[in-house]
């Protein structure tokens, strides 16, 4: 139903910020829960942000609180996140995903979520 795209990752040094893009096509994208996971070498799928179908309600993972920002717009099909302060320990493939349409609240659980984007790397030097 919906297929996502995400972008804006790269190689940047601690202290930098970048800001990911996930763009969807699909006619009920304001239907989804919208989230973002991460995933490092040698470690488990962890939930990062995730906001609600109207934007107005927003999670974040204790590690990324104060420094990353989850926002969308239902008009363009787009879920961003920015990330400020990136930190080593923030190096991943973060991943954009859309939970299924019935999926009331953010959830922070990756098999809750149907729909995934292919990745896009992240690399903080330090």
């Known amino acids: 139903q919906v297929q996502l795209v995400e972008s804006g990752g790269g190689l940047v040094q601690a202290g930098d910020s970048l800001r990911l893009s996930c763009v969807a096509s699909?006619?009920?994208?304001?239907?989804?829960?919208l989230a973002w996971f991460r995933q490092a070498p040698g470690k488990e799928r962890e939930f990062v942000a995730g906001?609600?179908?109207?934007?107005?309600?927003?999670d974040y993972a204790d590690s990324v609180k104060g420094r990353f920002t989850i926002s969308r717009d239902n008009a363009k099909n787009t879920v961003n996140l920015q990330m400020n302060s990136l930190k080593p320990e923030d190096t991943a493939v973060y991943y954009c995903?859309?939970?299924?349409?019935?999926?009331?609240?953010?959830?922070?659980?990756?098999?809750?979520?149907?729909?995934w984007g292919q990745g896009t790397q992240v690399t903080v030097s330090s």
């Open positions: 699909g006619r009920t994208f304001s239907d989804y829960i």
């Open positions: 995903a859309a939970a299924n349409p019935w999926t009331t609240r953010i959830v922070t659980t990756a098999p809750q979520y149907n729909h």
């Open positions: 906001i609600s179908r109207s934007g107005d309600s927003t």
